[in-house]
């Protein structure tokens, strides 16, 4: 080819690309179709097994620890709602994922209150008031806390630099789940449980099988 008609051709696919133009051919690989009837189900069906799981939780968490169920239990409502609101002050959608991932900070909300009243019962069987009980109970626990929330946390960021799409919004649900789930179960939980004892509710039963 001559430079002018090399030019010539370098001009009109030029021009070819910035008009979107060439000439490829596309052929459809897959198609997906959601009908909005079906998300509705889907996100209605997630919010109502959500629900049967926390009550579940909060049932369960009463009959093993008595009154330091119903304190996790307490701490576990205001979790849900402080969530709701922070996802609501980020303008954040309530998808199917997002929705695992308060779920998920549910699950961490009760496992700190796992190793928590484990602890404390370790205390109040040592023969330490119960004030005492609550007060090295919660310190014996906190680094378990901390090493679990961290690790969650790292992964949650990772999702969240590396995931596209959904995933990002899982990654932000959960980070926003476990920082408010540990806020709960380290300070919420701790100062309920002082409180019932600060009432008056002393009797040995309340608090160990």
């Given at each position: 080819l001559s430079a002018e008609e090399s030019q010539k051709q370098s001009q009109e696919l030029a021009l070819l690309i910035q008009s979107g133009a060439l000439p490829l051919d596309i052929e459809e690989s897959e198609t997906r179709a959601i009908s909005a009837t079906l998300g509705f189900e889907a996100i209605d069906g997630a919010v109502i097994a959500g629900i049967?799981?926390?009550c579940l939780v909060v049932l369960f968490m009463i009959i093993m620890y008595r009154l330091p169920g119903v304190a996790a239990s307490m701490a576990l409502s205001i979790?849900?709602?402080i969530v709701f609101y922070a996802l609501a002050i980020f303008n954040a959608q309530l998808?199917?994922?997002g929705i695992a991932g308060i779920l998920l900070g549910i699950g961490m909300a009760v496992d700190a209150?796992?190793?928590?009243?484990e602890r404390f019962r370790e205390e109040?069987?040592?023969g330490r008031t119960l004030n005492n009980a609550v007060k090295f109970g919660f310190k014996n626990a906190f680094s378990s806390i901390i090493d679990s929330n961290v690790t969650t946390v790292i992964a949650a960021v990772?999702?969240?630099i590396f995931g596209t799409g959904s995933i990002k919004g899982f990654a932000s649900t959960l980070i926003i789940?476990?920082?408010?789930?540990?806020f709960t179960a380290t300070f919420i939980t701790r100062w309920l449980l002082k409180s019932f004892v600060n009432l008056g509710f002393t009797k040995k039963w309340l608090y160990t099988r």
């Amino acid at each position: 080819l001559s430079a002018e008609e090399s030019q010539k051709q370098s001009q009109e696919l030029a021009l070819l690309i910035q008009s979107g133009a060439l000439p490829l051919d596309i052929e459809e690989s897959e198609t997906r179709a959601i009908s909005a009837t079906l998300g509705f189900e889907a996100i209605d069906g997630a919010v109502i097994a959500g629900i049967v799981g926390l009550c579940l939780v909060v049932l369960f968490m009463i009959i093993m620890y008595r009154l330091p169920g119903v304190a996790a239990s307490m701490a576990l409502s205001i979790y849900v709602l402080i969530v709701f609101y922070a996802l609501a002050i980020f303008n954040a959608q309530l998808t199917l994922q997002g929705i695992a991932g308060i779920l998920l900070g549910i699950g961490m909300a009760v496992d700190a209150n796992v190793i928590i009243f484990e602890r404390f019962r370790e205390e109040y069987k040592l023969g330490r008031t119960l004030n005492n009980a609550v007060k090295f109970g919660f310190k014996n626990a906190f680094s378990s806390i901390i090493d679990s929330n961290v690790t969650t946390v790292i992964a949650a960021v990772v999702l969240l630099i590396f995931g596209t799409g959904s995933i990002k919004g899982f990654a932000s649900t959960l980070i926003i789940s476990v920082v408010v789930s540990f806020f709960t179960a380290t300070f919420i939980t701790r100062w309920l449980l002082k409180s019932f004892v600060n009432l008056g509710f002393t009797k040995k039963w309340l608090y160990t099988r």
